[in-house]
């Protein structure tokens, strides 16, 4: 069974840090892309980060650009996102993604999200 378990969330003030994990079970871990979205209040989801199965390749949105860094640990089967200077902006719900094969087919595959919030 595939789980994609996200953890480090929590209240910070603007201008500090946090490191939100993602652990994944169930599938081969190293053969995927895993991706970081996020979910302000009111508004889209919006894709956060991404990381290939090496980790060699990484992209991020504009609005993170500079301030976040996605990274892996094959060994450990977990992906990071460590977040600096955050901003109000960057409050929402953070999710780990992947796309996996099973059964000849490709599946979307959602963690439950860990609530990020930027306030003083």
């Known amino acids: 069974q595939v789980r994609l378990v996200e953890s480090g969330g929590g209240l910070v003030q603007p201008g500090g840090s946090l490191r939100l994990s993602c652990a994944a079970s169930?599938?081969?871990?190293?053969?995927?892309?895993i991706r970081w979205y996020r979910r302000a209040p009111q508004q889209e989801r919006e894709l956060v980060a991404h990381i290939s199965p090496s980790g060699e390749d990484t992209d991020y949105g504009d609005s993170v650009k500079g301030r976040f860094t996605i990274s892996r640990d094959n060994a450990e089967n977990t992906a990071y996102l460590q977040m600096n200077g955050l901003r109000p902006e960057d409050t929402g719900v953070y999710y780990c993604?992947?796309?996996?094969?099973?059964?000849?087919?490709?599946?979307?595959?959602w963690g439950q999200g860990t609530q990020v919030t930027v306030s003083s």
């Open positions: 169930g599938f081969r871990f190293t053969n995927y892309y």
């Open positions: 993604n992947a796309d996996v094969f099973a059964t000849g087919n490709l599946y979307n595959y």
